[in-house]
């Protein structure tokens, strides 16, 4: 390194220890004003680490003064700047039930919700946190249905039902992936698809769940006690009839006729033994009437 170069290392040192040395003095005076001046400055400057630190000590001295308004708010802006947005939600919320009269009252719902809509978890996790968002955001644009903020609500909806959807649509083909001789797993997996069905009937993934439920019956039907068999069967008949009727330019509908038609093949075994079964039934019937009636 050359002379150059070492000084200029030596003035940026010496600027940040002046600096993170002027904090320290801000963070030490027993000036309320001062520290809410600070903090102020930081803030304006993007400073959110430092701003914050501050404003989280000087609000308990601010109760009652002019100045509590807008440190509640700037501290709210400064924890969602900083990506610590449970906090973040719950100094927007707080701020917005304080000062509800405030000018900032409404962006502070919004910013509430922004919050948990940033803290969403990814699709694979527990989507409690989203639900919350949801709730949230729609919330606002129900009490707020000419805010500016209204189309970016709408879109953070969507994307939030989008992660639901996701969840949604795994679940589902995990209880469809698990052995084909696990009925429970198999009972699963038709009752999820159907309920992706009916909360995400726009999904494109739609087309995929619907082959998904002929299959997932028809290896229900075919693993099942043999009583049970042919209601079950006649149920891939009519979940396949679904399939083609919304998809039928589905490139999976010769791969789901196979299943389609095995499952006919058993309803009609089923009925004509069930049909014999019957005739011996009313012979035996018939055979102890006799027997019964005949002289002794």
């Known amino acids: 390194m050359n002379l150059k170069n070492k000084i200029l290392v030596c003035l940026i040192a010496l600027i940040g220890l002046s600096a993170c040395g002027k904090f320290e003095k801000f963070r030490k005076s027993a000036s309320v004003t001062t520290k809410y001046k600070a903090a102020v400055d930081y803030y304006k400057k993007k400073e959110f680490d430092k701003a914050g630190i501050l404003f989280d000590e000087v609000l308990p001295l601010l109760t009652g003064d002019s100045t509590q308004e807008m440190a509640t708010f700037y501290q709210a802006k400064c924890d969602f700047e900083l990506a ?9 919320k707080r701020f917005s039930e304080v000062f509800s009269r405030s000018e900032y009252a409404e962006e502070s719902i919004y910013m509430a919700a922004f919050s948990l809509y940033k803290d969403s978890p990814n699709f694979n996790l527990d989507q409690t946190g989203t639900l919350a968002a949801i709730n949230e955001l729609q919330s606002y644009l129900n009490n707020y249905p000419d805010s500016k903020y209204r189309e970016d609500c709408s879109l953070m909806i969507k994307d939030l039902r989008k992660k639901l959807e996701k969840k949604a649509y795994e679940k589902a083909k995990l209880y469809y992936k698990t052995s084909p001789f696990n009925i429970a797993s198999l009972k699963s997996a038709v009752i999820e698809i159907t309920n992706f069905q009916r909360d995400f009937p726009d999904s494109d993934y739609n087309e995929e769940m619907a082959y998904f439920k002929v299959v997932s019956q028809f290896d229900l039907a075919k ?37 389609y038609t095995e ?28 027997i019964a009636t005949s002289p002794q």
């Open 84 to 92: 610590n947005y449970t906090v973040a939600n719950t100094h927007f």
């Open 223 to 259: 693993s099942t006690v043999e009583f049970k068999q042919k209601e079950r069967y006649e149920d891939v008949l009519k979940f396949y009839l679904e399939f083609i009727d919304k998809y039928p330019q589905s490139s999976l509908l010769k791969t789901a006729e196979k299943w």
């Open 263 to 290: 499952s006919q093949n058993e309803v009609t075994r089923i009925a004509k033994l069930e049909a014999e079964y019957k005739v011996l039934q009313e012979k035996e019937k018939s055979n102890t009437s006799k």
